[in-house]
């Protein structure tokens, strides 16, 4: 195995370790042959640190004795990896700023942030430095640097990709997502994480606008909806498009979410509040279980680090196990009424992020609105379990821009096909759209 430490400017500042780890097998009939892939800082690879974003982490663990489960696979499955990427400091930001590694450089758009937790993944994608990269998402770590770099990133059903051999963040949401260029390499990692076999693709019965959420946007929402009624119209027909009020929806169906809409929603004039209700009782459980995992090592330690992270680590170790059980609840009640909704074969429609990527170094205090808006979007998918992708749109004001679709929890190979089958199309309505607006 050859390594090197760090990279350069030429690699954006996507890896904190190079390294050729090469597929057991090199045959060409591997579904992966000859592809080259990223790994979060997050993962166990064998005779490496896992560094978990911050370097007092890194000099208080051993080397992993063993290789996370997925990465193997993706071994197994032909491709080579070429080191560990850059990532947010304990998993705990959507922003993908670093202190400590310095933060890597989105490709997009150099003077905004990339998005976190998995910064390092999403621009060694985006910077064509790989084919295809492992990230974790628990609050939005792939889908987010997927909107702000411009890529494609996908956010399994949760539970369906083994999470052995990755640091845990909050176990109630941790997930093992990807991400790629191209959708067919999307797929094709999908297949080999998710053990699918080949099937003839679905079409999906609906495609469902949740018109609420896209009324979040800081841009006009014809740029993103667009584009994505025009391409399903175009492929399924206009009978399958359906609008909802997402908000009222989950308001009616989730009836323990009542707690956390008195108790946690005042003065949220930004959002749609029984969303940001899901979004706060997430936010409750992931610091509770944060706590239980990592509040002893951050007691003791007491680890150097950066703004923003700092209080929230700090924030998550005062907090007590009231109310989780009514989150357990909610999760319950909501993934039951998106199932009902959604059926078998049905797509939900929302934005990934409110708006585009904000600038590096913006004040914590100047982004509430923004993440407030973020979270609510981020813990549909977060707190049902769903499977989520974020899909690029092209650019605005020279700003990246994403859609997000949500299938069924365990619909993972409906929803891969599905951008299969899309992309095409919604490149060329991207393309119409943005000559427009020229």
Not at 97 to 102: D, F, I, P
Not at 344 to 366: Q, W
Request: negative net charge; contains cysteine; proline residues 7%.
């Amino acid at each position: 195995m050859q390594k090197e430490m760090g990279s350069g400017k030429e690699e954006f500042g996507a890896f904190i370790e190079k390294f050729t780890l090469p597929p057991p097998s090199k045959s060409p009939q591997l579904p992966l042959h000859s592809l080259t892939f990223a790994v979060k800082d997050i993962f166990d690879i064998k005779g490496y640190v896992t560094g978990f974003g911050n370097p007092d982490w890194a000099r208080t663990h051993e080397a992993a004795t063993s290789t996370a489960p997925t990465v193997l696979a993706i071994l197994d499955g032909g491709a080579t990896s070429v080191g560990k990427t850059v990532m947010d400091e304990m998993a705990y930001s959507i922003n993908g700023e670093n202190k400590h590694y310095g933060t890597p450089t989105n490709p997009c758009a150099p003077d905004r942030i990339p998005g976190g937790s998995s910064s390092g993944s999403a621009v060694a994608v985006a910077a064509e430095l790989v084919d295809f990269s492992l990230g974790t998402d628990t609050g939005g770590s792939v889908r987010v640097p997927a909107a702000f770099c411009g890529i494609l990133g996908f956010r399994p059903s949760h539970g369906v990709v083994s999470t052995v051999g990755v640091i845990p963040m909050a176990q109630s949401f941790d997930t093992v997502g990807w991400f790629a260029r191209d959708p067919t390499i999307l797929r094709e990692v999908g297949h080999v994480l998710l053990q699918l076999s080949e099937v003839f693709p679905v079409q999906p019965c609906c495609i469902i606008i949740a018109d609420d959420c896209f009324s979040l946007l800081s841009f006009p929402s014809d740029r993103v909806t667009k584009p994505l009624i025009k391409s399903i119209e175009k492929l399924f027909g206009s009978e399958i498009v359906n609008h909802i009020k997402l908000g009222d929806y989950v308001e009616d169906k989730v009836p323990s979410l009542k707690h956390f809409m008195s108790t946690y929603c005042q003065n949220q004039e930004y959002t749609v509040p029984s969303l940001m209700a899901l979004s706060n009782a997430l936010r409750l459980l992931q610091r509770f279980e944060f706590k239980n995992n990592h509040g002893e090592w951050v007691s003791t330690v007491k680890p150097d680090l950066g703004p923003g992270i700092f209080e929230r680590v700090w924030e998550a170790l005062k907090t007590t196990d009231e109310d989780t059980d009514r989150c357990q609840m909610v999760i319950t009640e909501l993934r039951a009424a998106l199932s009902d909704l959604l059926q078998d074969s049905g797509i939900l429609a929302i934005p990934t992020v409110p708006g585009p990527p904000p600038k590096i170094h913006t004040e914590v205090t100047a982004l509430e609105s923004y993440r407030a808006r973020a979270f609510s979007l981020l813990a549909i998918s977060g707190m049902s379990g769903l499977c989520q992708v974020t899909i690029p749109l092209g650019m605005h004001n020279d700003l990246p821009v994403a859609v997000s679709l949500l299938a069924r929890h365990g619909g993972d190979q409906l929803l891969l096909n599905l951008v299969q089958t899309i992309y095409g199309t919604l490149k060329e309505q991207v393309s119409s759209v943005e000559k427009l607006s020229d």
